[in-house]
């Protein structure tokens, strides 16, 4: 089975801290995927990732940037938080864009964040 | 207006019990429809995955599409209590294309033994 961790289940941090989220995936996919999860508002996608060192901006790019140095791993980076961006954070993976009906995504657990 | 709106619920039903989910949408060039199923402290995973109008059935589900309406449902017959989770429909207009992949807000259904 495709395993997506993310490395923190809970996290905290001060408004203007810069914050990093991690995420890795076990099966070689090449896509990979930030979220967001507000209540009454579903996922919104951040941002996205088809192939090492591509980035694209997602719908709410706004006070995030992202990394993916290697194909397994890729990172949601906060530059300075902000109170608004208190929220579930989930990252994804899925094999191959080019797929005709390969929809299919595998998420990891989430980061829940609050900015205090 | 949202592009997908679902009822956030929360819906209780008891075991046994045939629910029913649905989304609406607005926008005519989805052709993709998916029904995630999250369990509370994990991420979403794929249940059901459609192309066009037309239903689809596996095991206990079945998801129907109904293009002319912008309508979608997900039906759960014989409901158990590990079904209690929240159903996020997500529907886009191309294929492979996460970019364009629009989500509903969930619904919360809870199955009481």
């Known amino acids: 089975d495709v395993k997506v961790t993310q490395s923190s289940r809970y996290l905290v941090k001060r408004t203007g801290e810069k914050v990093f989220l991690e995420c890795v995936q076990d099966m070689d996919h090449e896509n990979m995927f930030w979220y967001r999860q507000d209540p009454g508002l579903g996922l919104r996608l951040i941002y996205f990732?088809?192939?090492?060192?591509?980035?694209e901006k997602g719908d709410i790019p706004e006070g995030y940037s992202v990394s993916r140095e290697k194909k397994e791993r890729f990172s949601l980076i906060l530059e300075s938080a902000s109170t608004n961006q208190t929220s579930m954070y989930l990252c994804?993976?899925?094999?191959?864009?080019?797929?005709?009906?390969?929809?299919?995504?595998?998420f990891g657990s989430g980061t829940q964040l609050s900015v205090l | 207006q949202k592009e997908v709106e679902q009822d956030p619920g929360p819906l209780s039903v008891p075991e046994g019990a045939i629910v029913s989910l649905n989304c609406t949408y607005s926008?005519?060039?989805?052709?993709?429809f998916m029904w995630y199923r999250q369990y509370s402290r994990k991420g979403p995973e794929l249940l059901m995955y459609?192309?066009?109008?037309g239903n689809k059935e596996d095991g206990r589900f079945t998801a129907q599409v109904d293009k002319s309406s912008k309508y979608i449902s997900l039906f759960i017959r014989d409901s158990q209590p590990s079904d209690s989770a929240t159903y996020l429909c997500?529907?886009?207009?191309?294929?492979?294309?996460?970019?364009?992949?629009?989500f509903g807000s969930g619904t919360q259904l809870t199955v009481l033994p």
């Open positions: 997500a529907m886009s207009a191309h294929s492979g294309s996460a970019r364009q992949l629009t």
């Open positions: 990732s088809y192939d090492v060192k591509m980035k």
């Open positions: 994804a993976s899925r094999q191959d864009r080019e797929a005709a009906t390969n929809e299919k995504l595998f």
């Open positions: 459609t192309y066009s109008s």
């Open positions: 926008n005519s060039a989805f052709q993709y």
